[in-house]
């Protein structure tokens, strides 16, 4: 249930950007090369509104799409540039001898790459886009018994499976450039939900009960209530900074379900654009 959650959230949290990118890259084609694309939706408003003597709008309309290329290619890169910084800082502050324990104790999970920083507060997230890795802390290390330990690796261990940090900064990144389109938001709110759900489901199948991800989140959560790096680290999965209260319902009772409404206004107001353009289009050839 959780793994199709996961995918209809992503299919949409991707999948509507991914369809307006590839009308606006028609449209900025069709304005700036004369490209003869039928049936765009953008060249259907900007087709409409010359008609009817709106071409300050048109202008407009090619100011928001050069924007919107300019100002997610922007975030994306930001983004890069703050996690190569951050690995750096973690990179000096590593217990290599740590690290390499851990990825040899761990081999067998597709070897993970670690870092172990010298660090006295407890810290576990993973962090990366193109190349994630696992980020411990000895304080962290030094917390956990041995089962809590296997059951925090297994989490984050899914995590860098499936390339969360990338998959949840796309999601973002969207969500931030396309604000007429709220449902995005919300959308990447419950994805980053669902994943951390998944990923403890991955922690208690794997050690066979929720004792050791339960006391791990509880003892963390403790001693840290705002994980380190949280705010600098932008592109991470952070093992106790996503939705602490559904996780720990989840984990006391496995058998109740969580419910992920998406609110009333942003499903209206997004398929309220969608129309628009529907009765944009219709007219348009009618």
Same mark, same amino acid.
Not at 106 to 111: I, K, P, S, V
Not at 170 to 185: G, N
Not at 193 to 215: C, K, P, Y
């Given at each position: 249930?959780?793994?199709?959650?996961? +995918?209809?959230?992503?299919?949409? $949290?991707?999948?509507?950007?991914?369809?307006?990118?590839?009308?606006?890259?028609? =449209?900025?084609?069709?304005? #700036?090369?004369?490209?003869?694309?039928?049936?765009?939706?953008?060249?259907?408003?900007?087709?409409?509104? %010359?008609?009817?003597?709106?071409?300050?709008? $048109?202008?407009?309309?090619?100011?928001?799409?050069?924007? /919107?290329?300019?100002?997610?290619?922007?975030?994306? /890169? @930001?983004?890069? #540039?703050?996690?190569?910084?951050?690995?750096?800082?973690?990179?000096?502050?590593?217990?290599?001898?740590?690290?390499?324990?851990?990825? &040899?104790?761990?081999?067998?999970?597709?070897?993970?790459?670690? #870092?172990? @920083?010298? +660090? %006295?507060?407890?810290?576990?997230?993973?962090?990366? *886009?193109?190349?994630?890795?696992?980020?411990?802390?000895? $304080?962290? *290390?030094?917390?956990?018994?041995?089962?809590?330990?296997?059951?925090?690796?297994?989490?984050?261990?899914?995590?860098?499976?499936?390339?969360?940090?990338?998959?949840?900064?796309?999601?973002?990144?969207?969500?931030?450039?396309?604000? =007429?389109?709220?449902?995005?938001?919300?959308?990447?709110?419950? =994805?980053?939900?669902?994943?951390?759900?998944?990923?403890?489901?991955?922690?208690?199948?794997?050690? $066979?009960?929720?004792?050791? #991800?339960?006391?791990?989140?509880?003892?963390?959560?403790?001693?840290?209530?705002?994980?380190?790096?949280?705010?600098?680290? /932008?592109?991470? %999965?952070?093992?106790?900074?996503? %939705?602490?209260?559904?996780?720990?319902?989840?984990?006391?009772?496995?058998?109740?379900?969580?419910?992920?409404?998406?609110?009333?206004?942003? @499903? *209206?107001?997004?398929?309220?654009?969608?129309?628009?353009? &529907?009765?944009?289009?219709?007219?348009?050839?009618?």
């Amino acid at each position: 249930m959780w793994r199709a959650r996961s +995918k209809l959230l992503f299919t949409v $949290g991707f999948g509507i950007p991914l369809l307006v990118f590839m009308q606006m890259f028609m =449209y900025a084609m069709y304005k #700036i090369f004369g490209w003869d694309i039928p049936f765009n939706l953008l060249w259907l408003c900007n087709h409409w509104m %010359s008609r009817l003597g709106w071409l300050s709008v $048109g202008h407009f309309l090619l100011a928001l799409v050069l924007l /919107t290329f300019a100002g997610t290619g922007w975030l994306l /890169t @930001v983004r890069m #540039i703050k996690t190569r910084a951050a690995v750096r800082k973690l990179r000096s502050m590593e217990v290599r001898a740590l690290s390499r324990e851990l990825e &040899s104790r761990y081999l067998h999970l597709g070897q993970p790459r670690f #870092i172990v @920083v010298d +660090k %006295s507060s407890p810290v576990a997230f993973t962090i990366g *886009l193109w190349k994630p890795c696992i980020v411990l802390s000895t $304080g962290l *290390l030094t917390m956990l018994d041995a089962e809590e330990e296997t059951a925090v690796v297994y989490h984050e261990v899914h995590h860098l499976w499936h390339r969360d940090p990338l998959k949840t900064t796309l999601l973002s990144v969207f969500a931030i450039m396309m604000p =007429y389109i709220p449902v995005l938001k919300h959308t990447s709110k419950h =994805y980053n939900i669902v994943r951390e759900i998944l990923a403890d489901n991955e922690a208690v199948e794997r050690t $066979g009960n929720v004792a050791g #991800i339960g006391s791990a989140l509880l003892k963390l959560l403790r001693a840290c209530p705002e994980p380190w790096g949280a705010k600098e680290l /932008t592109v991470q %999965s952070s093992f106790a900074d996503t %939705s602490v209260n559904v996780r720990i319902s989840r984990l006391l009772d496995p058998e109740k379900d969580v419910t992920l409404r998406l609110p009333r206004y942003a @499903v *209206l107001m997004s398929a309220t654009v969608f129309l628009l353009l &529907s009765i944009l289009f219709v007219w348009s050839i009618g």
